[in-house]
Nanobody, 115 residues
Framework: QAQLEESGGGLVQAGESLKLVCTAS????????MGWYRQVPGKQRELVAT???????NFADSVKGRFTISTDSAKDTVYLQMNNLKPEDTAVYYC?????????WGRGTQVTVSS
């Protein structure tokens, strides 16, 4: 079983940047997809960006060109670099690990973008 922990959230002004970090305590799943999702009160959790073991990425249309996703060499940490943040990006951001062994979530980190 994997445990995910997010960090890096905070309060920023529109146009500024943040980098979110997610560390996995158990990432021994050879084939997986790690990613970031976000959720605002009253709405469904939505995909932000994902990165597979094979290097395939997927981004929400609303963040394309502004956000990037990457992992470290050990692939037990996933990053979300968020540039040119907009108020619409305000949400709780959750780290996700999807593998044949299960679907795992972190507890979330708050990102607030003021206008």
């Amino acid at each position: 079983q994997a445990q995910l922990e997010e960090s890096g959230g905070g309060l920023v002004q529109a146009g500024e940047s943040l980098k979110l970090v997610c560390t996995a305590s158990a990432s021994s799943f050879a084939i997986n997809t790690m990613g970031w999702y976000r959720q605002v009160p009253g709405k469904q959790r939505e995909l932000v960006a994902t990165l597979s073991t094979f290097g395939q990425t997927n981004f929400a249309d609303s963040v394309k060109g502004r956000f990037t996703i990457s992992t470290d060499s050990a692939k037990d940490t996933v990053y979300l670099q968020m540039n040119n943040l907009k108020p619409e990006d305000t949400a709780v951001y959750y780290c996700n690990l999807l593998s044949l062994q299960g679907n795992f979530w972190g507890r979330g980190t708050q990102v607030t973008v003021s206008s």
